[in-house]
């Protein structure tokens, strides 16, 4: 698997694989528990900032996926809700369900906040950024767009 590089205002930039997610506190063993429509083994968002010793500044959290995909949202709406989800049956996630690293927000309506979507759950996940300001957002913007997003990734 790819290492999930962390960066921006952190204390320190972390790479972390399979192995280092597993070694974080704050699993989630069974997906399927939060959400019954998906399945594998994740790793709490607030245990991966804390270990990469996120900056009291930080009021953004951007994730960048393959493809040039990226979600930018406020870091508090989402802080205590997502989860990394890194592995399947023993193994990484594969690509077909979104891996190597999928942002997965269990019950987005529970961010309380507009500005977190579905789109806001990432697949093929590669970086994590923290900033002060919004990062680079490229999800649809009209529901023709993330109809179309979506018929892509039929394809």
Do not use: W
């Amino acid at each position: 698997m790819a290492a999930l590089i962390i960066e921006g205002l952190v204390s320190h930039t972390r790479s972390l694989d399979a192995e280092a997610l597993a070694s974080l506190a704050g699993q989630v063993p069974d997906v399927s528990a939060l959400a019954a429509d998906r399945e594998g083994v994740a790793v709490q968002l607030a245990s991966v900032l804390e270990d990469a010793g996120l900056a009291a500044d930080a009021r953004f959290i951007t994730i960048h996926a393959e493809g040039n995909y990226s979600a930018s949202v406020p870091l508090e709406a989402v802080k205590d809700h997502a989860i990394l989800i890194y592995g399947l049956d023993g193994e990484a996630l594969p690509h077909d369900k979104g891996g190597p690293i999928r942002f997965f927000i269990p019950d987005v309506a529970a961010c309380q906040t507009d500005e977190v979507d579905q789109c806001a759950n990432v697949k093929y996940v590669e970086r994590i950024v923290l900033s002060a300001e919004p990062g680079q957002d490229t999800r649809p913007k009209t529901p023709k767009q993330h109809v179309d997003i979506h018929v892509e990734e039929k394809l």
